[in-house]
């Protein structure tokens, strides 16, 4: 049986089920060297199926290294799912600061998870904190408009407040 994998080229491959399965087990095996969980992540970023997602989402946990973790996202954000908007958010309070930049940028790379990620710092289970400001700028000055709008909802008394303090305090 083979597994349809999805490649970043227009092109698909096919590849054994047991090099997804043992991709699968090198992700997750803490004794394996972090240069194999790697490459074994970034296989996963490919796959096809709820397996490697359930396998990517256990990654996520606060007992895995950082570099292990800003993988998993990074793989888990090539998927057009929002179950991975979500399982980010889920994850947010385990996630080290570098791994939730990491984060935030996969929700914002896209649209609709700009959306989920702004209704989650409305229901505060990201604080707007999280954001770094330049990340809050870039959403402020965004191309579609219904991106801008909400992020300077969110966010415009933030940076007014912030340049006000520096201005005052020059």
Request: proline share 4%; glycine share 2%.
């Given at each position: 049986?083979?597994?349809?994998?999805?490649?970043?080229?227009?092109?698909?491959?096919?590849?054994?089920?047991?090099?997804?399965?043992?991709?699968?087990?090198?992700?997750?095996?803490?004794?394996?060297?972090?240069t194999?969980?790697?490459?074994?992540?970034?296989?996963?970023a490919?796959?096809?199926?709820?397996q490697?997602?359930?396998?990517?989402?256990e990654l996520?946990?606060?007992?895995?290294?950082?570099?292990?973790?800003?993988?998993?996202?990074?793989?888990?954000?090539?998927?057009?799912?929002?179950?991975?908007?979500?399982?980010?958010?889920?994850?947010?309070?385990?996630?080290s600061?570098?791994?939730?930049?990491t984060?935030?940028?996969?929700?914002?790379?896209?649209?609709?998870?700009?959306?989920?990620?702004?209704a989650?710092?409305?229901?505060?289970?990201?604080?707007?904190?999280?954001?770094?400001?330049?990340?809050?700028?870039?959403?402020?000055?965004?191309?579609?408009?219904?991106?801008?709008?909400?992020?300077?909802?969110?966010?415009g008394?933030?940076?007014?407040?912030?340049?006000?303090?520096?201005?005052?305090?020059?």
């Amino acid at each position: 049986v083979f597994f349809l994998m999805r490649r970043r080229h227009p092109r698909s491959t096919l590849f054994p089920s047991t090099t997804l399965f043992r991709s699968e087990k090198v992700a997750l095996n803490s004794k394996a060297s972090l240069t194999e969980r790697l490459r074994s992540v970034e296989l996963l970023a490919h796959a096809v199926g709820e397996q490697s997602s359930a396998t990517l989402e256990e990654l996520l946990g606060p007992q895995t290294p950082q570099s292990i973790q800003n993988a998993a996202v990074e793989s888990l954000s090539t998927r057009n799912k929002k179950t991975v908007s979500d399982m980010l958010i889920k994850h947010w309070r385990g996630f080290s600061p570098t791994v939730r930049q990491t984060v935030i940028e996969a929700l914002s790379a896209r649209q609709d998870r700009t959306a989920i990620l702004f209704a989650a710092i409305q229901k505060g289970k990201i604080r707007r904190a999280d954001i770094t400001l330049v990340k809050r700028q870039l959403l402020m000055n965004h191309p579609v408009d219904k991106v801008r709008n909400e992020a300077r909802k969110l966010f415009g008394k933030d940076v007014t407040t912030s340049r006000t303090k520096v201005v005052k305090s020059y």
